[in-house]
Nanobody, 122 residues
């Protein structure tokens, strides 16, 4: 059974940084795609960053240059380093996996964590 558990959320002032972590059990980190999504109140969930089995990463335009996704296969842990945070980054952040090597389609993300709240004040 796959379990993804996020941590590291919190409240920070604009310009600050946070590092989210996602610990997994039952999920093959080294061979399958992982990603971070977020959902702000009243808005649709959006993809933030993803990393495939080859370590190829992609980012939403809104976070490019500020966020970095990485993973530690030995620790089965996914990270999202968030720098230069803005109030519009406020959302619940979710760790997700596709169960396959590819990250191409949002619809393939079938494994989800419970989410962690990030609040950025101006």
């Amino acid at each position: 059974q796959v379990e993804l558990v996020e941590s590291g959320g919190g409240s920070v002032q604009a310009g600050g940084s946070l590092r989210l972590s996602c610990a997994a059990s039952g999920y093959p980190y080294s061979t399958n795609c992982l990603g971070w999504f977020r959902q702000a109140p009243g808005k649709e969930r959006e993809g933030v960053a993803r990393i495939d089995r080859y370590g190829v990463t992609s980012y939403a335009d809104s976070v490019k240059g500020r966020f970095t996704i990485s993973k530690d296969n030995a620790k089965n842990t996914l990270y999202l380093q968030m720098n230069s945070l803005k109030p519009e980054d406020t959302a619940v952040y979710y760790c997700a996996g596709t169960g396959i090597w590819s990250c191409r389609r949002d619809a393939d993300f079938g494994y989800w964590g419970q989410g962690t709240q990030v609040t950025v004040s101006s």
